[in-house]
T-cell receptor, first 114, second 116 residues
Framework: AQSVTQLGSHVSVSEGALVLLRCNYS??????LFWYVQYPNQGLQLLLK??????LVKGINGFEAEFKKSETSFHLTKPSAHMSDAAEYFC????????????FGTGTRLQVTL | DGGITQSPKYLFRKEGQNVTLSCEQN?????MYWYRQDPGQGLRLIYY???????QKGDIAEGYSVSREKKESFPLTVTSAQKNPTAFYLC???????????????FGEGSWLTVV
């Protein structure tokens, strides 16, 4: 069974600092990987997705993630945090054969301070 | 505007009552999903529907029921058999069911259900 581990339920960074949110996956077959963002009391919005094309994936709002098969990781980064980035971030995985069923991590809440 | 509409946003239910959450999409998507979100547990799949008139149980289907009589609608009923129904419920849809790389899952704004 596939699974996703997000290290750190809460991450705090200063405005302008690097954002790094960690995600490791476990999948028996080549996966599809996703990062979603959730603002308070709202649904999830897709930030970016990896579907076996380029290993460095660029998403919306200046975020990007790199698929590293050797490390089974798909960490999310942004060079410079903005106050509007404060939200909860979810990593999700699906098997390439069943890309419509996502398994989510437990989420990381990002706090951005002045 | 195209999107997924969930209603109501907030709902209170007495113990022992059934309640139905509405989900409507005008994206012409074949597949629809219901997820439950609890603090610190991420999202868990309740039911999904690959196409109209079809649906399957997800990982936590006990105490829930769904129907898919129309392509655009996928209501979720939380029955009295659900032991801990208080949660945030998210409806989602995707263009089709399958392994296509472009098959992104889109989410609605969610519904809060509280049992009092």
């Amino acid at each position: 069974a596939q699974s996703v581990t997000q290290l750190g339920s809460h991450v705090s960074v200063s405005e302008g600092a690097l954002v790094l949110l960690r995600c490791n996956y476990s999948s028996s077959v080549p996966p599809y990987l996703f990062w979603y963002v959730q603002y308070p009391n709202q649904g999830l919005q897709l930030l970016l997705k990896y579907t076996s094309a380029a290993t460095l994936v660029k998403g919306i709002n200046g975020f990007e993630a790199e698929f590293k098969k050797s490390e089974t990781s798909f960490h999310l980064t942004k060079p410079s945090a903005h106050m509007s980035d404060a939200a909860e971030y979810f990593c999700a995985v699906s098997d390439a054969g069943t890309a419509s069923k996502l398994t989510f991590g437990t989420g990381t809440r990002l706090q951005v301070t002045l | 505007d195209g999107g997924i509409t969930q209603s109501p946003k907030y709902l209170f239910r007495k113990e022992g009552q059934n309640v139905t959450l509405s989900c409507e999409q005008n994206l012409n998507h074949d597949a629809m999903y219901w997820y439950r979100q609890d603090p610190g547990q991420g999202l868990r799949l309740i039911y999904y529907s690959q196409i109209v008139n079809d649906f399957q149980k997800g990982d936590i289907a006990e105490g829930y029921s769904v129907s898919r009589e129309k392509k655009e609608s996928f209501p979720l009923t939380v029955t009295s058999a659900q032991k801990n129904p208080t949660a945030f419920y998210l409806c989602a849809s995707s263009p089709r069911w399958g392994e296509l790389p472009g098959n992104t899952i889109y989410f609605g704004e969610g519904s809060w259900l509280t049992v009092v």
